[in-house]
C-alpha cells in the first residue's frame, strides 16, 4: 500500500518557477515507478511525465519537455516536479501517481495503482 500526498502548488507568473513535491508513506515506494499527470478545467487528465524506480531514467510529454525536470528521493520517499518557463497553460491540478511496468505504459493513467489528491498551479499571463 502506497499514499501519497503531493504540495508545493500556487500561483506564479508567467516565466516563473515551482516544484512540486509528492510524499509517499510505506516501503513499497522503491518498487514504483512515479509519474505526473494534470487536469486542466474542462479538459482530461495530460501525462507530464515520469521516473524510473531506480531514478535513473525520466521520461516527459513535448509540451514539457526542457522545461520541466523530475527526480525522487527514494530516502526520503518523495518525488518532485520542477517546473520552469511557466506559461499560462500550465495551469491545472498537478496529481503523482505510482505505477509498475515498462516506460510504453507510463502515459497511460489507468495502469496506475496509486494517485495522489492533487495539488493546483495557477499561472498568470
Given amino acids: 500500500q502506497v499514499q501519497l500526498v503531493e504540495s508545493g502548488g500556487g500561483l506564479v507568473q508567467a516565466g516563473g ?20 499527470f494534470r487536469q486542466a478545467p474542462g479538459k482530461e487528465r495530460e501525462f507530464v511525465g515520469v521516473i524510473d524506480w531506480s531514478a535513473t531514467n525520466t521520461y516527459y510529454s513535448d509540451s514539457v519537455k526542457g522545461r520541466f525536470t523530475i527526480s525522487r528521493d527514494n530516502a526520503k520517499n518523495t518525488v518532485y516536479l520542477q517546473m520552469n518557463s511557466l506559461k499560462p497553460e500550465d495551469t491545472a491540478v498537478y496529481y503523482c501517481g505510482a505505477v509498475q511496468g515498462p516506460r510504453q505504459i507510463a502515459a497511460d493513467q489507468a495502469r496506475y495503482k496509486y494517485w495522489g489528491q492533487g495539488t493546483q498551479v495557477t499561472v498568470s499571463s
Fill in 17 to 36: 518557477s515551482l516544484r512540486l513535491s509528492c510524499a509517499a508513506s510505506g516501503r513499497a515506494f522503491n518498487y514504483y515507478n512515479m509519474g505526473w
